[in-house]
């Protein structure tokens, strides 16, 4: 297994973080109705005030992305907003060593429980998910007709 790592996006890696996004053209569709994200959607995403972005790395390549928010002022809880795993890299175990590195951080900095949210059409994401040890809540809109369901895990 490769030596896993994260790096924060830039504005010089923001092409990378394209390139694995649009790998994912099923995703890009559910999400936005298309297969192909913009560079302006990319740095609009990944380089703002809000949430961490950072790509995940296998000792050289660039395989993934992360991206989460430390408290969300709704509910006060840590959210993963993505983890995504360029689809040449799937299956092999990569998006379970890139969520445990941010489990590992979030443990150390005394954190307790993490919510994300997951298009109720992607049924691949909910099977992932629920096999990490999130449980479902509750299901919310989200845009233009969409639902999320929701999900905690509590760390232990």
């Known amino acids: 297994m490769p030596h896993f790592y994260l790096e924060k996006i830039e504005i010089d ?11 994912n053209k099923h995703y890009n569709v559910i999400e936005n109705g298309r297969e192909d994200r913009t560079l302006e959607e990319m740095k609009e995403e990944f380089l703002n005030p809000m949430t961490k972005s950072f790509l995940v790395k296998a000792d050289n390549h660039y395989i993934g992305i992360l991206d989460y928010i430390d408290e969300n002022p709704k509910d006060h809880y ?28 979030v443990r150390k900095a005394g954190i307790h429980a993490v919510r994300l949210g997951v298009l109720t059409e992607n049924r691949a994401a909910r099977g992932f998910w629920e096999s990490l040890g999130f449980v479902w809540y509750e299901t919310k809109p989200y845009k233009e007709g969409k639902e999320v369901d929701c999900y905690e895990k509590v760390i232990i």
């Open 78 to 105: 840590p959210w993963l907003g993505l983890l995504m795993i360029h689809q040449g890299y799937h299956g092999k175990g990569f998006g379970k060593a890139a969520y445990f590195l941010y489990e590992e951080e």
């Open 13 to 23: 890696t923001l092409n990378e973080a394209r390139a694995i996004v649009n790998s």
